[in-house]
C-alpha cells in the first residue's frame, strides 16, 4: 500500500498535532476532522484506508460515529484512541465496530505498530481462492461472508479472524498465535480480547444458520470445526474483555 491515507478524528488540537505531525513524518497522508460529523463527511467522500478515532467528540459521540462507519463500510479498518480504559468502555469501543482501542496516553511507537498491523490485514490477498465449509463461504478477495448465499457483515477483524481459523480447520490454535498473526502485535496476556471476538464470530454464524463452528479448546485456545462435525457450544457466551488473566 502506497502513502495510506489515514483519517484522524480528533477534537483537541494539541493531540491531533502530535499524531498528525508523527504520521506524516512516517509517510502516511493525513486528514484532519475536528468532530465526529465531519469525519463521516470525510469516510463518504474521500479514499480513506483507516480511521483514527477519539470517543469523546464534541458533537456525535464515537461510538455512534463507529457505529455509522460500519453502515457505510463494514471493511474499512477502525481504531478507537482514548482516555477511557475501563472494561466497559473497551467492549463497548469494540461492539461498536471498532478493530482495535488504543488508551491514552500512548507510546507513537505503539500506535504505529498496531496501524501497520491494521492496514497489513486489508492488502491484496496473494490466494484468491475462497475458503469454504458447507454453506459457509468467505471470499478472500473481495473480503466477503456468506452463509448459504446470503451475505454475513463481518467488521475486518471478525473477518481475519474467521479467516485464519478456517485455513487451519480441525487444529488448535493457541490465542498467541491468533493474536499475533491476526491483530499483529504482541499477545497481552491480561485481557481476553480474542474471546470476545471469538464470541461475536460465533453469533453471527449462528444468527445466519451456519452449521460450521468454533470450539475452544481449554487452556490452548481454539479451534474450527467442520459443519459435520457437530453443533457449537455457546457455553462461553457474553465474554467480556477482562484486566486479569482470564483466558482459560
Not at 195 to 212: M, Q, T
Not at 218 to 223: I, M, S, V
Request: hydrophobic share 35%.
Amino acid at each position: 500500500m502506497t502513502d495510506p491515507h489515514i483519517l484522524l478524528v480528533e477534537d483537541e488540537p494539541d493531540v491531533a498535532s502530535f499524531i498528525r505531525q508523527g504520521l506524516e513524518e512516517e509517510q502516511y497522508r493525513v486528514t484532519w476532522a475536528k468532530n465526529g460529523r465531519r469525519g463521516l463527511e470525510y469516510v463518504q467522500g474521500d479514499d480513506i484506508d483507516l480511521v483514527l478515532l477519539d470517543v469523546r467528540l464534541p458533537d456525535i459521540n464515537g461510538l455512534d460515529v463507529c457505529e455509522r462507519l460500519r453502515i457505510h463500510d463494514t471493511h474499512l479498518p477502525v481504531m478507537m484512541l482514548t482516555a477511557l480504559d475501563a472494561v466497559e468502555d473497551r467492549v463497548a469501543g469494540l461492539r461498536s465496530g471498532a478493530d482495535d482501542y488504543l488508551p491514552k496516553p500512548f507510546a507513537f511507537d505503539e500506535l504505529l505498530a498496531r496501524i501497520e498491523a491494521l492496514l497489513r490485514r486489508v492488502e491484496p490477498q496473494e490466494r484468491d481462492e475462497p475458503l469454504e465449509d458447507g454453506a459457509l463461504r468467505l471470499d478472500l478477495a473481495a473480503r466477503r461472508c456468506s452463509v448459504d448465499g446470503e451475505e454475513v457483515h463481518l467488521t475486518p477483524t471478525e473477518f481475519d479472524l474467521l479467516a485464519f481459523l478456517m485455513v487451519r480447520k480441525g487444529r488448535a490454535v493457541s490465542r498467541e498465535d491468533i493474536h499475533r498473526q491476526v491483530w499483529g502485535h504482541d499477545f497481552d496476556r491480561g485481557t481476553n480480547l480474542i474471546d470476545v471476538y471469538v464470541n461475536y464470530l460465533r453469533r453471527k454464524l449462528s444468527d445466519a444458520g451456519c452449521d460450521s463452528h468454533i470450539e475452544t479448546v481449554r487452556g490452548t485456545g481454539y479451534r474450527f470445526e467442520s459443519a459435520d462435525t457437530g453443533t457449537a457450544s455457546l457455553s462461553d457466551a457474553e465474554t467480556n474483555v477482562q484486566t486479569t488473566d482470564g483466558g482459560g
